[in-house]
């Protein structure tokens, strides 16, 4: 069985993260992945206080397995969502868009684990001095707000600039991806597209049609211009961004227009007006299935790879 240091960490089964997704990843989602050996995460966004709430009681009531909450630090609302954290002594929470540092004192008291998501080594290193307990080193490939460096080179250089724990994402779906990361140096994985197609998901089935129908191009970057890239599977929406971008429009008036897009995707089920944020992995996600499936198939799938080298190299 592949157990690492991050399993030790946090006290999970599988080196699986379950990517917190805003207006995605559920309290019903994660605690699936959680009762499934892995850390499943709800996306906090910029939900307020009493949605993060209602949904880690979701979580309690089905397991008692570690989880942990993403939290977007640029939220309107972050200050009482950290407070919702620290009352409801959620075991691990993940971060982005910031530094959560003024907030580490807190964290640290009541026992829950840092693991920030980082897209350069500048920021690996920063955080590492912070006192973060680990790291997310997520490439372009990724769905969602991106950086600019791909998985591939960036994993291992963040794997080499810091002393704690590195998690690898950004195009990883399956067994082999996991062997990947594992090699670069990461001690576990962080998926989201493919559990965007798990039977506990609650987005839309029309977002899951998307994903399952996407080929291997069908993804787009906007938001360049605005200094916030996005990646999305095609649609209207992205194909009016990209078309303001070309003619020069002006940043806020473009982040006016992304604006409440996320949700009218995920929530109200609108795929061409919406914004579908989905990582380059989506051509390879071809059905929808329960969360532990999707675990237990990485988890296989990567023994059945690593047999598979030590039998062709092996001596």
Not at 25 to 47: D, R, Y
Not at 67 to 86: E, K
Not at 89 to 109: C, D, F, H, Q, S
């Given at each position: 069985?592949?157990?690492?240091?991050?399993?030790?960490?946090?006290?999970?089964?599988?080196?699986?993260?379950?990517?917190?997704?805003?207006?995605?990843?559920?309290?019903?989602?994660?605690?699936?992945?959680?009762?499934?050996?892995?850390?499943?995460?709800?996306?906090?966004?910029?939900?307020?206080?009493?949605?993060?709430?209602?949904?880690?009681?979701?979580?309690?009531?089905?397991?008692?397995?570690?989880?942990?909450?993403?939290?977007?630090?640029?939220?309107?609302?972050?200050?009482?969502?950290?407070?919702?954290?620290?009352?409801?002594?959620?075991?691990?929470?993940?971060?982005?868009?910031?530094?959560?540092?003024?907030?580490?004192?807190?964290?640290?008291?009541?026992?829950?684990?840092?693991?920030?998501?980082?897209a350069s080594v500048a920021l690996a290193k920063r955080l590492e001095k912070a006192g973060v307990d680990a790291l997310i080193a997520e490439g372009m490939e990724s769905g969602g707000h991106i950086g600019e460096i791909s998985t591939l080179p960036l994993v291992p250089q963040v794997v080499d600039a810091v002393s704690i724990p590195i998690v690898a994402a950004g195009g990883i779906y399956d067994g082999r991806g996991m062997v990947a990361a594992l090699a670069l140096g990461a001690e576990g994985v962080q998926m989201g597209t493919r559990f965007m197609c798990a039977e506990e998901c609650t987005i839309s089935p029309k977002v899951k049609e998307m994903i399952l129908k996407a080929k291997d191009r069908d993804t787009v970057i906007t938001g360049r211009s605005t200094g916030h890239p996005v990646r999305c599977l095609g649609n209207k929406l992205t194909r009016e961004f990209e078309q303001l971008e070309k003619t020069g429009t002006a940043p806020d008036v473009l982040e006016k227009m992304g604006a409440g897009k996320l949700r009218l995707a995920m929530v109200e089920g609108d795929t061409q007006n919406g914004s579908v944020m989905s990582g380059q992995i989506a051509g390879a996600v071809h059905k929808i299935e329960p969360a532990a499936d999707i675990v237990q198939d990485v988890m296989r799938g990567a023994e059945r790879e690593l047999a598979r080298l030590s039998q062709r190299f092996g001596r």
């Open positions: 069985m592949i157990k690492t240091k991050i399993c030790d960490l946090i006290g999970i089964e599988y080196p699986i993260f379950q990517g917190g997704m805003a207006w995605t990843a559920t309290g019903e989602l994660a605690a699936a992945v959680s009762e499934a050996g892995g850390l499943g995460i709800i996306g906090a966004g910029q939900a307020p206080a009493d949605w993060l709430r209602q949904e880690i009681h979701k979580i309690k009531k089905v397991t008692g397995k570690p989880y942990g909450v993403n939290v977007m630090l640029m939220s309107p609302f972050v200050d009482d969502v950290m407070q919702v954290i620290v009352e409801e002594r959620v075991p691990v929470i993940t971060t982005g868009a910031g530094n959560p540092g003024k907030y580490i004192p807190m964290l640290k008291e009541v026992g829950t684990k840092i693991i920030p998501v980082v």
